[in-house]
Nanobody
Framework: QVQLVESGGGLVLAGDSLRLSCAAS????????MGWFRQAPGREREFVAT???????HYADSVKGRFTISRDNAKNTVYLQMTNLKPEDTAVYYC?????????????????????WGQGTQVTVSS
């Protein structure tokens, strides 16, 4: 059982940057593909970015070129560096873990592919 705790959210102005962190505990972090999702009020949870066990990455088109996902296996932590934030990026951001002991290159993008979720952190971008 993996526990995920997100941090780093807040209220920023359009054009600003934020870095979200997700600390994992309770499992072998190196066996997990990690992802970030977000959910705005009245909308479904949507894929943002994912990083595989071997650092393959994949991004939603809406954030490509502005967001960067990375992981530090020594710290059991995954990050989401967000730059040039826009009001439409406003949402609760969730960290997720996909247990994948047999594949190091898988980059899952669907909610149902992830096994564990954090509680979320609010990001609000004001214009």
């Amino acid at each position: 059982q993996v526990q995920l705790v997100e941090s780093g959210g807040g209220l920023v102005l359009a054009g600003d940057s934020l870095r979200l962190s997700c600390a994992a505990s309770g499992g072998p972090f190196i066996f997990y593909n990690m992802g970030w999702f977000r959910q705005a009020p009245g909308r479904e949870r949507e894929f943002v970015a994912t990083i595989s066990r071997s650092d393959w990455t994949h991004y939603a088109d809406s954030v490509k070129g502005r967001f960067t996902i990375s992981r530090d296996n020594a710290k059991n932590t995954v990050y989401l560096q967000m730059t040039n934030l826009k009001p439409e990026d406003t949402a609760v951001y969730y960290c997720a873990a996909d247990f994948s002991p047999h594949s190091s290159v898988h980059t899952p993008t669907a909610v149902g592919e992830y096994d564990f979720w954090g509680q979320g952190t609010q990001v609000t971008v004001s214009s």
